[in-house]
């Protein structure tokens, strides 16, 4: 159970910063990553963007679902698997759409909103009857 809470919170720490490096990809993100010191990591834009950020996405998603399983939330669960699919599909399906980057944005932003939530209001689990 700690595992996918650490993997959850990993996975979207890790996407948040490989967005934030991409300033090419994401002008918004990218000025702010730009602002707080990760200008450093500009050379690494392809690999972060190709490579990492579908991975740690994926990673939640899988996070997620496995600690779905386990609750039998459908609220926090539908909640917790849906920014990471929407940052997958806006990745690797939309991207090429105009509004594509507004999908990735809005998952990344819910991605990082039920890290928090998880957080700082935990599941309750529910008892076997």
Request: glycine share 10%; hydrophobic share 55%; with cysteine.
């Amino acid at each position: 159970m700690q595992i996918t809470k650490a993997i959850d919170k990993a996975s979207s720490a890790g996407a948040l910063l490989s967005a934030l490096s991409c300033a090419g990809c994401f002008p918004a993100l990218g000025s702010l990553g730009v602002a707080i010191g990760l200008g450093f990591l500009a050379p690494y834009e392809g690999l972060m963007f190709r490579k990492l950020l579908p991975a740690f996405a994926a990673l939640a998603l899988l996070a997620n679902l496995v600690a779905w399983y386990r609750h039998k939330n459908p609220v926090r669960g539908g909640l917790s698997v849906v920014g990471p699919v929407a940052v997958l599909l806006a990745l690797l399906v939309f991207w090429h759409h105009d509004w594509g980057i507004f999908l990735f944005y809005v998952g990344l932003a819910l991605m990082v909103c039920v890290s928090l939530l998880d957080l700082f209001k935990p599941v309750a689990p529910k008892c076997p009857t």
